[in-house]
């Protein structure tokens, strides 16, 4: 079946950096994508890996290891508005695409 | 605003009747999907299309559930006879084959 694994929660500091880290299994790999979503609104994207490394987007990163099953998204620069669930999700197949649970991060001053 | 859009935002509705809601994707994506959400969860896949084909359907969606894209741009999805455990987030979202996806601001359901 398929499974994705994120922490539930986190909490970092204004200014500093945070890992949020996921672990996949699933039936195929084409795929993974990392979404913000504040309370009460609709997932929006951050980022895309589908080969073996790390992308980097401004104050975003994400990084990506296939044969480990496992991806990470680094957040530099922490900023209050940055406090939001951040959902991993893997593109099994050409279209169908499975979400983790989301992590729920707090930013505090 | 992502450019996807869906009405009603919200529903409230008694248990047994139908509903229908409706998303309006970003106009060049092929590619059309439902996910349902609740608290503290991820958006669960529903279904999604392709122009007017439905490529998959959730095995988790009952046959209460029906999805069209009658003509490849907007779709529909429709509950019949609602249970409380229908309430939930319908989110709508679309992409271009290969891109991610655009989520629109979604339809709350509360069944009562």
């Known amino acids: 079946g398929q499974n994705i694994d994120q922490p539930t929660e986190m909490t970092a500091t204004e200014g500093a950096i945070v890992q949020i880290n996921c672990t996949y299994q699933?039936?195929?790999?084409?795929?993974l994508f990392w979404y913000q979503q504040h309370a009460g609104e609709a997932p929006t994207f951050l980022s895309y890996?589908?080969?073996?490394g790390l992308e980097e987007k401004g104050r975003f990163s994400s990084f990506l290891s296939r044969s480990k099953g496992y991806s990470y998204l680094l957040l530099k620069e922490l900023q209050m508005k940055d406090s939001a669930s951040y959902l991993c999700?893997?593109?099994?197949?050409?279209?169908?695409?499975?979400f983790g649970d989301g992590t729920t991060l707090t930013v505090k001053p | 605003d992502t450019g996807v859009s869906q009405n009603p935002r919200h529903k409230i509705t008694k248990r047994g009747q139908n509903v229908t809601f409706r998303c309006d994707p970003i106009?060049?994506?092929?590619?059309l999907y439902w996910y349902r959400q609740t608290l503290g969860q991820g958006p669960e896949f529903l279904t999604y299309?392709?122009?007017?084909?439905?490529?998959?359907k959730s095995r988790l969606l009952s046959d209460r559930f029906s999805a069209e894209r009658p003509k490849g741009s907007f779709s529909t999805l429709e509950i019949q006879r609602t249970e409380q455990g229908d309430s939930a987030m319908y989110l709508c979202?679309?992409?271009?084959?290969?891109?991610?996806?655009?989520f629109g601001p979604g339809t709350r359901l509360t069944v009562t």
């Open positions: 979202a679309s992409s271009r084959q290969g891109h991610e996806q655009y």
């Open positions: 699933t039936s195929g790999f084409n795929g």
């Open positions: 890996n589908v080969l073996d």
């Open positions: 999700a893997v593109r099994e197949e050409a279209g169908k695409s499975t």
């Open positions: 106009s060049e994506h092929n590619r």
């Open positions: 299309f392709q122009n007017e084909a439905q490529l998959e």
